[in-house]
C-alpha cells in the first residue's frame, strides 16, 4: 500500500478521506469528466457549448508547461466568469476539494490521458459485469481472473498506446 503513488476515483463523497486513510502517501486525481457534466448540468441549454468550450481550454492535458497551478488560476476566472449567472458554478471555484481534478497535471505531461478520467477503467468494469452476468456462475476465482483477462485483451477500446510508466519515476516507483 506504500507504493500506491496516485488514485484515480469518481468525486464520491469523502472518498479522498478513505483513500488518505489507507493510502496515505497518494495523491488523489478526481474524474475531470465527471467534472465537466457536473459543470455542464447548471448550464442553460442555449449556453451549453460556449461553456463547454470555455472549460475545454481551462481542462487540457499534454502541455509540458501547463502546472497545477496554472490550470487552478485558469479554473478560478473561469467560475468567476460563469458564477455571475450560475452560483452553483461560483461555488466550485470556491472550494478548494476542485483541486483535486488538476493532480494530473503534476505528473508528466505523456501520462496526463491516462489519470486525467475514470471513463476507461468505467468501461472496462461494465465489460466485465456483462461478460460475468452472461456466463453465469464459475467454478472458483482462476477461471473468472482468465475471463477477465480476456475481456481486457480482446476489446479494441482498451488497445489504445499506453505511456510508459518510466516517465513518471520520482511519483510512481
Known sequence: ?????????????????????????????????????????HAKSKEKEE???????????????????????RWQVFCQKWGKKYPAINRMGQNERYRLYFTYLGFDYRMQNLIYTT????????????TTRMRGALPNADPT???LGYVAMSRTAYQRKIPKINYESTKLQ
Not at 51 to 73: C, F, H, M
Request: aromatic content about 6%; some cysteine; charged content about 25%.
Open 1 to 41: 500500500m506504500e507504493n500506491t503513488g496516485l488514485v484515480a476515483a469518481d468525486a464520491l463523497s469523502s472518498i479522498e478521506n478513505t483513500i488518505w486513510r489507507h493510502f496515505s502517501s497518494s495523491e488523489v486525481q478526481l474524474c475531470t469528466v465527471h467534472l465537466e457534466r457536473n459543470v455542464l448540468k
Open 51 to 73: 461553456l463547454a468550450n470555455n472549460l475545454k481550454e481551462v481542462i487540457s492535458t499534454g502541455d509540458k508547461s501547463d502546472s497545477p497551478d496554472q490550470v487552478w488560476n
Open 145 to 147: 481472473i482468465l475471463l
Open 119 to 130: 471513463n476507461w477503467i468505467e468501461r472496462l468494469n461494465r465489460d466485465y459485469k456483462r
